[in-house]
């Protein structure tokens, strides 16, 4: 179980690299976060949560958020009807690539890249009446905070220069993976990365995956089959073009968002968020890698 | 712990699955093998080995001899020796392809593919007087059968068919990543692929990635964070472009060869070794898989 | 200077080939063609027009449509404005790909692949207050006939299924070449393809590319550089991927389009439409390109 | 009929181009050539031949010797077997690249990229008993010039840089696409490239291009078929990735060497080559275009 000593710990110890990384600027409302939050926060399996640095400050969840949409989407639909339109293996390419897409006719690698998590968001405009709600609630209800909201400025942001996103859509689209209206699922997609939650709540969010499929508040959210085959996928894919990297360093099953939060997870022990905006040349927060190291060092525990 | 029945139980299992793959056919000498062999062997924490089926049967362990490669690597290189030239992260691509390395000038993406797997032989080319040798009596010794040979027919024979690894490791020197004589590397490459084992002797072998490093003699092959990251790598990068898909199913780091072997391990439990002849469309073996995968649903046990 | 008897041999020496090619079935309006249809006119530099098969019969244009958009471009745009957006190199992937537009970081290769197309609509919206009037009258004017009209349900069809068309337009809006509204100038783009003339009217449309580019009313519509240039790209890019074969069986510039017309012409000699709805592997009339080959021959002429 | 007057011409008004090109430098002894050359002959249909700048001063031809190349196995092949073998579609790659003969399984695009060449070189072997001596023999007969000789030291040199050219060579065998021995082949190949040719004798050779076949000295060399054939294929592919942009300027079938030689045609005209060692961006001689573009605006001659 780690102590509050060792997060604090962590914080200080990556402090250094602030300047080493960059800010994502693609749209304004996320470059101008400031770039030396350093934040964690660890939900223990006994479920208590403990944090150091600004772990109580929100920011913009981004691709964490697919998470989310997978494990609604797991909820709403049969194994196959979404394994027969996204893949489970890693992509070998960055994370909004075209050229496999193309390669492999419309079926997107693994449901952490663009090109994946659009087929889920489509998954679920297509069953879900008002899925922008239905995800809020959610991610409400697993994280025990009412009061989340999404950032309209960020979303609208994005939709702004979600040409690639578009050209993606599209590209599945013509090869008859992608069923909704474009501009609608894009919609609702940038709302779910627009998410603000703070790494509090994104620990708390995650225990599931810590917990066999549980919540916080006791819900089997998903079964522990599928929450071990989410684990397994979050180590092989979480973290775009760095997945080996990160496995190599920090051995944990985890996601990124370019927003500089990363989740990971040790499965029966512990569910942890970092928060560090600036990234590294993979998309993945620098200082936030770092901290995870650390941690799983200092604890001597990974899945390896 | 598991039974031998259980082991049993995972060959009855599966042998409805004969048929359904396809046994490597590029050299005759693979191509010969009786498809329908079954075979399983695991060496649990304790030391004790099991097994069942044709366990007792030696086959060509091919790919699997990429981990005693990089294994023997750690142990004469420093680490950034070794990852300056080759990298960490899932391909993407087949096991064979050369458009990776040449977009990615010459950097093999990970040690598992052919291609890094060539700069792992040329990197103990250059500091072994006699790698062959050294690999042999290394294998002889963490399996503890000093019996072990190489199949001579076979390395001849994938010598003799080595035209698209010999397109490979000149494109690498063509980008400064390759020192040695290619078709000097290649023999030694070809030897080490060519090992004979059976499954018992395989999971002993590999006793030491379940054990922290230290063989079943007690020796410290590897330290306790490098056998840690040599499970990572073999978890994200072990099974070609099969990897999602086994850590999905099976939820181990492992890795697989064209003869049909897989090995696979749970950190701090247990090292396995299956073996069936006919390979998936990944070339991995299809009943071996399946028997990995009904092995750890019966124990609840995987890494995440 | 042919005579209608050679024209006439070319239609009867080719008619075996009906039932080797595939019509072009994306699309209903496409796929309900008569296969069978042979026509061939051509238009000496005297301004004489002959023709033999179905010349006078209209067919959808199509991608011919490529040579009127760049030309007019040509007219409303310095040079630099124009070959700073699209390049001049034959493409080697197939007319309708992302992977190089995504590859060359939204520059597409040519101005007849349809992402290079997609550009040259771009630009003509940009200026052009009524784009498809505009390339209306421009049609009609140069090919004499004003009665040539859009076929609405083919523009509205391909519309419907434009979803690779947005794909690639918004994947180089991504990148910033692409400025117009995407659905807008796609709805002009298929209009340009939709318009329907027969062979009597294209080999009359494009004298100026045999002609200095003098048009048949001895308007100046591009300068002798440009026409000399225009022939140039035509002879390299104008037949997708398979310019290569079309130069070494035809030996002349040319543009074909999927609903099985070619364009070609020998500079100061003649132009030449020849239709033939059955494509071959690579999108382009297969009886057009044999009777084209067969007049060359005839006539021993080519630009080579 | 050009005047010498025009041809130095030509050389005076691109030498403030010289500086604005690389030399090639990948062996040495192409790197210390004199970067300040220029140089160009026309030798006209009737047979005369005349020259300005250092048209007498020999160079290595490189790539120009892949039309010798072809032109011998014309002569030894029917068509049949050389094009099952290699294409005749430009590549939209770079001279060098693997990816597209692994995308294509081992069939190279044009006979002019390296893939090509060495696929023509594998059928001279084949064929000819001493295909060095052979070269040697007819390119002499073809200029008239007993005394020309192969480069030792380039081709050593290039033999001894050759780990690209045999991971084609060994990537085209894996796919059954070359017979020989790759170290012979290459070794044969590099001899072709090391011829050193000045200007004069280029363009003496390369007349049977512009003379339907018949070498100065009346020989029929290849059938006027062939000969058009040929033309077509320089068009489309003689310029590396830049063939589009030299028709689009030049307006003439061509061949470039990365020597910074270029040989180019007027069927029933002229053949002419120009040198000056500084490379543009593609590979192609940056003052040897610009000659050739001044030569044929005053001329207003091009095949477009």
Redesign the interface.
Known sequence: MPEIALLQDAVDIVRPLLGQGKVANYIPALAEVNPNKLAIAVTSIDGTTIGAGDYLEPFSIQSISKVFSLTMALNLYQEDEIWSRV???????SFN????V??ERGKP??PFINAGALVIADLLQARLSAPKHRMLDKVREISGNSSLCYDKVVAHSEYQAS??N??????M??FGN?NGD?NTVLKSYFHYCSMRMNCADLSRSMFYLANRGKTLAGKQLITPVQ???L???L???GLY?????F??RV?M?GKSGVGGGIIAVI?GDMSICVWSPELDNNGNSLAGTAMLEHVCQQLGR???
């Open positions: 893949g489970k293996e890693p992509s070998g390419h690539s075209l050229v496999q193309e390669l690698r693994n040409a690639r578009a050209a993606i859509a599209y590209l689209k013509s992608f474009v929450t071990r085959q684990n397994a996928l180590a092989t894919s073009d760095g997945a080996g990297e496995a190599y051995g099953p499965p990974s899945i390896f």
